[in-house]
């Protein structure tokens, strides 16, 4: 059946792509580059071993180094897919190996501390374009990975000021050819933005399952027996990996608790409407985020399937 990403490029786009830290985003990007003919060569590193052996096992990349540092040798296109909190180390250790004129980028799900943590590392001759593919799934490692991850959803550059166009447009002309809907943004509307449609949405999982994971009046095996649609959904986001989800919180923090503290709000307002007995309140809320979902299913980021779209290891968007 036809994957939907369209015939292999006719040349590749980049000569030598390195590919840091080999976890879902990692070896999705590495499989669609495979797949689509975006790279002449790619060389992926990770630093576990057991994750270099998968990553041979399953043919994902043409070479499979121990050390960060050497996959960037002449590489004309650097993609770190580590954990936010990971960016600056790898980015000082692979700094002085750049070749000139590459472009560094990052898929990382927060833009301004990403870009802190790695613009002061990275040599004046090469191109730092930061980047954020706003698809994923609750998995991680490198077998969870597929070439389709990125079709029809969006990857967010953010650019600093002063950024090169050229090298702008190129790794556009990357994303694109992956499958992806490229939008250009600033890193912190980028960092707010994602807040509200990630970040929070992420907390609010992780405290709901948490939440009846700690009930002293309700067993965890009636919640699991009696979980509902709702809960069900909660618990596939709360499933997310900790380290990713720890590092977005730790450096995303101030926009989360902005949106947080709306949402707080809210959710009193939300409160004293129950308590009020306010029928119309209620209504008229559900109403207006009923047309969301609507909005989001005619975009095509989700589909109207009772299942609320998602077979396992469909794409969620984080
Ligand atoms: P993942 O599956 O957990 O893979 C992360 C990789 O980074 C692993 O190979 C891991 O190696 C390596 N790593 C972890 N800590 C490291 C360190 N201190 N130094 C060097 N390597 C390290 O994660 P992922 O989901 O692919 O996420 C990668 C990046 O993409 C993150 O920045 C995340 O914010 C972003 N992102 C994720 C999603 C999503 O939904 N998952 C979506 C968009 C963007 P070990 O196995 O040895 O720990």
């Known amino acids: ?100 004129g590459a472009i560094l980028s990052d898929a990382g799900s927060v833009k301004g501390a990403v870009i802190t943590a790695i613009s002061k590392r990275v040599p004046a001759s090469v191109y730092f374009v930061p980047a954020h593919p706003v698809a994923g799934t609750e998995e991680s490692g490198p077998d969870a990975g597929f070439a389709t991850l990125f ?47 990630s970040h929070v949405p992420h907390l609010i999982a992780y405290n709901i399952v948490g939440t009846a994971a700690d009930l002293e009046t309700v067993t965890q095996s009636e919640v699991i027996k009696f979980s509902a649609g709702g809960f069900r959904d909660f618990t596939r986001i709360a499933a997310s990996d900790p380290t990713m989800w720890r590092d977005v919180f730790l450096n995303n923090r101030e926009a989360v608790l902005e949106m947080l503290g709306r949402f707080t709000e809210d959710l009193t307002a939300l409160q004293r409407m129950i308590r009020n007995g306010d029928g119309k309140g ?24 009772p299942d609320f779209g998602r077979r396992t290891g469909e794409e969620n968007g984080s």
């Open 151 to 197: 079709r029809n959803r969006w990857c967010i550059l953010t650019p600093p000021e002063g950024t090169d166009q050229k090298a702008v447009a190129r790794l556009a002309e990357f994303w694109t050819a992956a499958g992806a809907n490229v939008e250009i943004m600033n890193p912190a509307h980028h960092d707010l933005v994602l807040a509200i449609t």
């Open 1 to 100: 059946m036809p994957d939907g990403l369209g015939a292999p490029l006719p040349a590749p786009l980049f000569q030598r792509l390195a590919i840091i830290g080999l976890g879902l985003i990692g070896s999705s990007i590495a499989r669609v580059a495979r797949r689509k003919n975006l790279a002449g060569r790619i060389v992926v590193a990770d630093r576990s071993e057991d994750v270099r052996r998968r990553a041979v096992k399953l043919g994902l990349a043409d070479t499979v180094e121990t050390s960060a540092a050497s996959a960037v040798e002449d590489a004309d296109l650097v993609i770190l897919c580590v954990p936010v909190g990971a960016m600056g180390g790898v980015a000082e250790e692979i700094g002085p190996h750049l070749k000139s």
């Open 282 to 305: 209620l209504f008229d809320l559900f109403t207006r985020t009923r047309a969301i979902r609507r909005g989001i299913i005619a975009e095509g980021q989700e589909t109207a399937a």
